[in-house]
């Protein structure tokens, strides 16, 4: 079974610019998660998505914004990027169905974003 | 709102030896998950181990065991027969049993192996 892939896997924008990430889960998972980490702050929650639907979302601003499509595939998008969005962006799908707290988390590779 | 400590930043074992990183949370909850995650550096992060908090019984993956202490509120991870592939980062995770949780990871903890 393939992993979760991730597309870019590096990317350099400059400040101002949007950017378009993209993450194909593992074929039946149904919940994707988003993650930005950064040596300062971490490991941070962004999003998860799980049928189309946004379940949950973390602390950060509304520049950072998700979908997820019928397929489970799932897009983040940062508008107006700032340098302090320079991170590595990690997505993880996981069934996302019974108890889902549980569910193993399944990540991609990442991607790592250089905003100059 | 949940919170998870790992205050030791670095660690070092030598090879084939047992060591054990700590972890401590915050939680008000009853019904959660914690986890540990490895990152090599590879940067591809994979599940070590799991445990519910309602199972009293320490999980257990071959060479990692953890020691949970619901009271104390603390998830170590003891890592036996340390090999040079264990050398990664580790994180210690939490989720509370809601659906709409969302995962809180500590802020690693860096495991060299030393041959």
């Known amino acids: 079974k393939a992993g979760v892939t991730q597309t870019p896997r590096y990317l350099i924008k400059t400040r101002g610019q949007q950017v378009t990430l993209s993450c194909s889960p593992i074929s039946g998972h149904r919940s994707v998660s988003w993650y930005q980490q950064t040596p300062g702050q971490g490991l941070q929650f962004l999003f998860e998505?799980?049928?189309?639907?946004?379940?949950n979302k973390g602390n950060f601003p509304g520049r950072f914004s998700g979908r997820q499509f019928s397929n489970s595939r799932s897009e983040m998008n940062v508008s107006t990027l700032e340098l302090g969005d320079s991170a590595l962006y990690l997505c993880?799908?996981?069934f996302g169905g019974g108890a889902p707290s549980g569910n193993e988390q399944f990540f991609g590779p990442g991607t790592r974003l250089t905003v100059l | 709102a949940q919170t998870v400590t790992q205050s030791q930043p670095e660690m070092s074992v030598q090879e084939a030896e047992t060591v054990t990183l700590s972890c401590t949370y915050d939680?008000?909850?009853?019904?959660?998950?914690l986890f540990w995650y490895k990152q090599p550096p590879s940067r591809q992060m994979i599940l070590v181990i799991r445990?519910?908090?309602?199972?009293?019984q320490n999980a257990t993956e071959n060479r990692f065991s953890v020691n949970f202490q619901k009271a104390a509120k603390s998830f170590s991870l003891k890592i036996s027969d340390s090999q040079l592939g264990d050398a990664a980062m580790y994180f210690c995770a939490y989720r509370s049993g809601g659906a709409n949780s969302k995962l809180t990871f500590g802020k690693g903890i860096t495991l060299s192996v030393r041959p």
């Open positions: 445990q519910e908090a309602y199972k009293q």
């Open positions: 993880a799908s996981s």
């Open positions: 939680t008000s909850e009853s019904d959660y998950y």
């Open positions: 998505y799980f049928s189309e639907t946004q379940r």
